[in-house]
């Protein structure tokens, strides 16, 4: 079966300090992997993606992932962590067609990041 | 340009009743997605339109769902209402969708309608 795991329920960490939040998949075939962001009473907003290339990819407000076939990771970091990134964050992933799960994205649980002042 | 609109944004509703959601995508994006988002089950996929057409489905009961209209906007519909329905349930568009080879696509999603059962 196809998964994402967020091994992390919450991230603290200070203001101005590099943050990272988790994300491991296990799919049958090259991944498509997501980040989305989702603040209260939102919904989800898109950070970055990869689907080919760099390994190293960048996105929205700052952030930044590393995509490790052989690690089966996808974590998201944050050189310099704002407060008003305190959110929840979802790792997804989806893969090719004619694969089970084409055509939707698997999310993790979500990890909520706060960043205190 | 405009986001995807989820309408109503709050429902209340009792067990045994029905509700019917609605998403209005992103201008030009053909392809909706239906999510339902508890606390306990997180995230999960209901069901993906394209083109007037259900083209994947997710592991839900036959009491949900849904449908597309030419002009893209969809509906989802619960049936007999059960208290395990409450959740968040969003709606994402995108161009062609993950499954339209569209892979370098990315799902816009709406704000949510938040569903109560009682």
């Known amino acids: 079966a196809q998964s994402v795991a967020q091994p992390e329920d919450q991230v603290n960490v200070a203001e101005g300090n590099p943050l990272t939040v988790k994300c491991t998949y296990s799919v049958s075939g090259n991944p498509y992997l997501f980040w989305y962001v989702q603040y209260p009473n939102r919904g989800l907003q898109f950070l970055l993606k990869?689907?080919?290339?760099?390994?190293l990819v960048k996105g929205s407000y700052g952030f930044e992932a590393e995509f490790n076939k052989s690690q089966t990771s996808f974590h998201l970091k944050k050189p310099s962590a704002l407060v008003s990134d305190s959110a929840l964050y979802f790792c997804?992933?989806?893969?090719?067609?004619?694969?089970?799960?084409?055509?939707?994205?698997?999310f993790g649980q979500g990890t909520t990041l706060q960043v205190k002042p | 340009k405009a986001g995807v609109t989820q309408t109503p944004r709050y429902l209340i509703k009792t067990r045994g009743q029905q509700v019917t959601l609605s998403c209005s995508p992103i201008s030009g994006h053909r392809s909706v997605s239906w999510y339902q988002q508890t606390p306990g089950q997180g995230l999960q996929f209901l069901f993906e339109y394209f083109s007037e057409t259900q083209r994947n489905k997710g592991n839900f009961p036959g009491r949900f769902s849904g449908r597309q209209f030419s002009n893209s906007r969809s509906e989802m519909n619960v049936s007999t209402l059960e208290l395990g329905d409450s959740a968040l349930y969003l709606c994402?568009?995108?161009?062609?969708?993950?499954?339209?080879?569209?892979?370098?696509?990315?799902?816009?999603f709406g704000p949510g309608t938040r569903l109560t059962v009682l």
């Open positions: 997804a992933v989806t893969t090719l067609p004619g694969s089970s799960n084409t055509g939707k994205l698997i």
């Open positions: 990869y689907i080919t290339g760099d390994n």
């Open positions: 994402a568009s995108s161009l062609s969708g993950l499954a339209g080879g569209g892979l370098t696509d990315t799902q816009y």
